[in-house]
């Protein structure tokens, strides 16, 4: 434990509570995977509109650009807009309806900077549809397949209320850890390059994204149904307040990460990665993406090419994270972060610009990790959820000297006295 007193960390959960939802979101994966997609390309991209290191760059900055959309409903519960994140069917072979729309709209207005911005969206579309999405182990998606606490998830036919919980709670945890270990590795191999990287979400304004996404929603019933009720157009005002919102999240997390890039080194952490057998096959993914996301900056209109990326016979799906689509009831949105006082006051906080403003000078100049710590501590001492999962797993690997997953698993399930199946 950090030595510092009670005041101390109440002021810390606080300010940095809005943060914890978004453990294991992955905003330093997308980035490296935009940033290698570039780092070979032949020409100039799309219309020219990645002829410059400057054009490369705001590219590679909107990397992110679709998830901020999706952590938001974390934060709000808002997922009136998961049409304009998931690809339309929310299938792997689905496509980057919203990223193609916005593409359109651009080019017919001739605005590059939108081009870049709406290509990034199209290709972070399509690099998602394979920790998300992906055919294989009989899950739907690779990050859903990694169950780091298979041992402990209760029968997959007991859907009654508890084992239900704690299928929740460790699918979520599972995710969550998956997609850490990505950034975790991401980072590790572009050091030099995340150690300069300067966050801007500041992608400019697009009023008629109210108009595309409305008439998406209207195109695309069918296929959104039953979800299709529950969503709305995406109003630009929505956009610029999760934008200001989510350059201070991307800079804490990649402080996370540097900490544990500085306390294990580049070649523990890829041993720590690669020797582990959940993840043996996440090099294989993140190659897959940056090739999806290739072909799509060669042809941004109807590139993605699902049945080219398939393993032979995948069989049944068993498992989707995206289940709930299918679901037409009020739990489907029983999931994000708890509506309150204290979560919308720190969340005002945290959506002023004078902050973001402040955060943008000190980046690089100092680490919030010793903030982001005893917030971590605090939610690992709370009861059983994927969150606090992921926040205790994460306090141990820090306090351990040569940590490995499976000591760091079997720690978690006992703090949390998970009990393995047959016990």
């Not at 990460?257 to 544990?260: I, L, N, Q, V």
């Given at each position: 434990m950090l030595g510092i007193n009670g005041m101390d960390i109440r002021l810390a959960y606080f300010f940095l509570l809005p943060i914890t939802p978004f453990l294991g979101w992955g905003p330093i994966t997308h980035i490296y995977l935009h940033k290698k997609a570039v780092d070979n390309l032949n020409g100039k991209g799309p219309e020219g509109i990645l002829g410059s290191d400057e054009d490369k760059e705001s590219f590679i900055n909107a990397g992110n650009v679709a998830d901020l959309i999706k952590a938001n409903q974390l934060r709000y519960k808002e997922r009136y807009y998961e049409y304009a994140h998931n690809t339309i069917p929310t299938k792997f072979e689905g496509r980057p309806v919203f990223g193609e729309r916005i593409w359109e709209e651009n080019l017919?207005?001739?605005?590059?900077d939108g081009m870049i911005y709406s290509l990034a969206w199209i290709c972070h579309q399509v690099s998602d549809q394979?920790?998300?999405r992906y055919p294989t182990d009989g899950y739907e998606g690779f990050v859903n397949a990694r169950r780091f606490f298979a041992p402990y998830y209760p029968n997959d036919d007991d859907w009654s209320k508890r084992p239900k919980a704690l299928r929740n709670d460790l699918i979520s945890a599972d995710h969550w850890l998956a997609e850490i270990f990505a950034d975790l590795l991401c980072l590790s191999k572009e050091a030099d390059f995340f150690r300069s990287y300067k966050v801007d979400l500041d992608f400019g304004d697009y009023p008629?994204?109210?108009?595309?996404?409305?008439?998406?929603?209207?195109?695309?019933?069918?296929?959104?149904?039953?979800?299709?009720?529950?969503f709305i157009p995406l109003k630009p005002k929505i956009m610029k307040r999760v934008y200001r919102y989510y350059h201070l999240v991307i800079r804490i997390f990649m402080d996370m990460?540097?900490?544990?890039y500085e306390m294990l080194g580049p070649e523990i952490i890829h041993e720590f990665i690669h020797d582990y057998r959940q993840l043996g096959d996440l090099e294989r993914m993140l190659d897959f993406?940056?090739?999806a996301i290739r072909d799509a900056i060669e042809q941004p209109l109807g590139s993605w090419n699902p049945e080219g990326f398939k393993i032979p016979d995948p069989g049944p799906v068993r498992f989707s994270v995206y289940s709930y689509e299918n679901y037409d009831g009020p739990e489907r949105y029983d999931f994000g972060f708890r509506r309150g006082f204290l979560p919308w006051i720190s969340g005002l906080f945290f959506n002023s610009q004078l902050l973001n403003g402040l955060a943008g000078r000190v980046a690089g100049r100092m680490s919030t990790w010793g903030l982001t710590k005893p917030v971590m501590e605090i939610a690992a001492k709370r009861r059983r959820s994927g969150v606090n999962i992921t926040a205790y797993f994460l306090c141990e690997m820090d306090a351990a000297a040569n940590p490995s997953i499976d000591e760091l698993i079997q720690k978690t399930a006992a703090r949390f006295r998970l009990k393995e199946k047959g016990a």
């Open positions: 017919r207005r001739g605005r590059r394979f920790p998300h008629e994204m109210e108009d595309v996404s409305a008439k998406v929603i209207d195109e695309y019933h069918d296929e959104l149904y039953p979800a299709v009720k529950y990460y540097f900490h544990f993406s940056v090739e």
